[in-house]
């Protein structure tokens, strides 16, 4: 196997990193985790016998667990000092691990309630399960709640999730908004914590109105100005490689979305059944004067039905988010490693980012490098390398290693390296780049793979 640039013969070469507000973020909420805690201790006295606790680890579970539905919830509001300074990838990732704690709690906060109350009233588990949902205040919605929370997480396993289309476990997690309305009342019915506790419930009332506000502003206003204001529609659409399609979208005073190289939006194309469905997808070119630039690779039905977009077409986006920009750069030095469509973020970024840039392009084949006659074109213009890693005559695949990329870029310790492609070839490439001795607050990368 060989990498080439402009046909020359090169040696070969071939999560992440990343300086953010990420600290204090996390601090703040496990500081609202340690006050829920203490609001349990605070108004709880001792506790006596196996109901008694069981009872008592049911109460924290339960808090924690609405206090995490609410975390959850404000998570995914898209705003912008999380999607940006911190990273959408990142983001989506605290955004599971928070729905994995819900669920367990959820599960612990049903079973240890039911198992307690049950040895109080010295009757059945069943019995008291039928008592408990038909004859206490506001149950009947929480186990509704309950239901679709753990649908919601069903449907998030990545086994589940590999045999499920995006369409449907899309349009199940938007019940998660039902599921955290619905078990509202019962929190504050049931919950010996807020009853005769005024500061409390205002409290309480505090966190979810104001990841409600989040969400109505971020996720449903500012779209709707952005959308009105800009008038987006399809432009025109053409192919790159197989598979492979640009398109190319018009509007107005495009200047003001101030979208950077590196970043994504989220669209809904308004025709061809592709409206019920948000997909992200990146620039693939920085925004011209009445024009943005997309890159797809048909990966399933919202991208295979890319292809069949009119000139025209409505199109819908929220935006921009990501923080694979120059801003992540801490030096003059650039390696952008892409592979398959994974190089349309770092196509923007390889025509934009200052000081001396290389641009290395896995693929299986060269018909499979989408865009390859510009980023030559780029090269020329300014003076930048494009290598590309294509697979051997016998389809071997080139080896990423820490060697092979020291050989290939001399003083790579010094690069600012950012990363484009499957999670499984950028956590190889990471991996290979932090043993060949690159900080890690020089590797930048994004991924929408939980």
């Not at 919202?302 to 199109?315: D, F, N, Y």
Request: net charge positive; proline share 5%; with cysteine.
């Amino acid at each position: 196997m060989t990498t080439l640039h402009a046909g020359r013969a090169a040696p070969l070469l071939p999560l992440t990193g990343r300086r953010s507000p990420a600290g204090p973020v996390l601090a703040l909420l496990w500081a609202g985790a340690a006050a829920v805690v203490a609001l349990w201790w605070a108004d709880t006295g001792s506790v006596v016998g196996t109901a008694g606790w069981l009872t008592g680890a049911g109460r924290i579970a339960g808090l924690l667990c609405g206090y995490a539905c609410a975390v959850l919830v404000g998570l995914m509001a898209r705003v912008p000092l999380l999607e940006v300074r911190i990273g959408s990838d990142r983001v989506a990732r605290w955004h599971a691990m928070a729905g994995r704690y819900t669920i367990c709690l959820l599960a612990a906060h049903v079973a240890l309630i039911l198992a307690g109350y049950a040895a109080q009233d010295r009757a059945s588990l069943w019995h008291e399960t039928v008592t408990v949902v038909l004859d206490y205040p506001e149950m009947l919605k929480a186990t509704a709640a309950t239901l679709i929370l753990f649908a919601v997480g069903f449907t998030s396993m990545r086994a589940a999730r590999r045999r499920t289309r995006y369409e449907f476990w899309y349009y199940v997690h938007l019940l998660t908004y039902a599921a955290v309305f619905l078990a509202f009342g019962h929190q504050l019915a049931l919950g010996e914590q807020f009853s005769g506790r005024p500061v409390a419930t205002a409290a309480w009332y505090a966190l979810y109105l104001g990841v409600a506000a989040l969400v109505l502003w971020y996720r449903v206003l500012v779209p709707v100005r952005l959308n009105l204001r800009h008038r987006l529609r399809v432009d025109s659409v053409h192919k790159e490689a197989p598979g492979v399609y640009s398109v190319v979208i018009r509007g107005q005073r495009l200047d003001e979305l101030g979208a950077r190289p590196g970043q994504f939006f989220r669209w809904r194309f308004l025709g061809e059944g592709m409206g019920w469905t948000s997909t992200p997808y990146s620039l693939s070119a920085p925004t011209r004067p009445g024009l943005l630039r997309i890159t797809v690779k048909a990966l399933g039905d919202h991208s295979a039905a890319v292809p069949l977009l009119r000139p025209g077409t409505r199109v819908w986006a929220e935006g921009p988010y990501g923080s694979l920009t120059a801003d992540r750069a801490t030096g003059h030095r650039s390696l952008l490693i892409a592979a398959g469509v994974g190089v349309t973020p770092l196509r923007a970024l390889f025509e934009t980012l200052p000081g001396e840039v290389v641009l290395l392009y896995r693929a299986r084949t060269a018909e499979d490098l989408a865009l390859g006659g510009e980023l030559e074109a780029i090269a020329r213009w300014r003076g930048a390398q494009v290598l590309y890693a294509l697979n051997g005559p016998r389809g071997e695949r080139p080896a990423i290693t820490a060697e092979a990329l020291r050989a290939t870029f001399p003083g790579l310790r010094s690069h600012d390296v950012y990363i484009c492609g499957p999670h499984a070839f950028a956590q190889d490439v990471y991996e290979a780049l932090r043993a060949a001795g690159v900080p890690d607050r020089r590797i930048h990368h994004e991924s929408f793979e939980l």
